[in-house]
């Protein structure tokens, strides 16, 4: 027996404990490991020609991550809460150099299998790349200019509040004229109907 065959025979017994596939190979008569693969190509293929890469990047950096740091506020163990809290600081700061420079990204092949693997390496708990970054990077970037960013947090949190002032006053004011003109409308149809 080929080494192939081999796969394919220990690839079988592996998935013949998932009746869903079970139940495929049963109704388009092509054995499960064939679909699996086909399957696997296909999805590889669409990662790594940009369909639906986006999404899937964005799908590994989120729900990964919230479940294991939802683990960790909820495990009493220390060290796994500071891990993730480092990974989402770095996640943020990654996501904000990506936002400014995406028009960039467009053109870099492959843009999207290497974020993948960049978000892996930086969110498995064996890499802990996350944590290289920020202790080697970020953490001193971060220190140096903490005060300029509160501030640049401070100020707009008060733009915002002011626009948000604003915009309350002026649907007040479209919403009390809105009325009127109704209410005066209203009053004029009435007194039509009336003569």
């Known amino acids: 027996m080929s080494s192939a065959a081999k796969m394919l025979e220990t690839m079988r017994e592996k998935l013949d404990k998932i009746p869903i596939l079970q139940k495929a ?44 740091s939802f683990q960790a506020i909820e495990n009493k163990i220390r060290g796994d809460d500071t891990q993730w809290l480092i990974y989402w600081v770095v996640y943020v700061f990654f996501t904000i150099i990506e936002f400014a420079v995406d028009f960039l990204l467009y053109w870099i092949p492959f843009y999207y299998a290497f974020k993948l693997a960049f978000l892996l390496w930086a969110m498995l708990p064996q890499t802990k790349g996350a944590k290289y970054l920020y202790d080697m990077f970020l953490k001193n ?27 309350a006053a002026a649907t007040a004011e479209v919403s009390s004229k809105g009325l009127s003109v109704a209410a005066e409308y209203a009053n004029r149809s009435n007194t039509e109907k009336k003569d």
């Open 25 to 68: 190979e049963e109704a388009i008569k092509i054995p499960k490991e064939y679909i699996v693969i086909g399957a696997g190509c296909i999805f590889f293929m669409l990662f790594f020609f940009g369909i639906g890469a986006g999404s899937l990047c964005q799908l590994v950096g989120f729900v990964y991550p919230a479940f294991k």
């Open 141 to 167: 970037l971060l220190k140096k200019n903490e005060s300029r960013i509160d501030a640049a947090l401070d100020d707009a949190k008060r733009s915002v509040t002011s626009v948000v002032t604003e915009v």
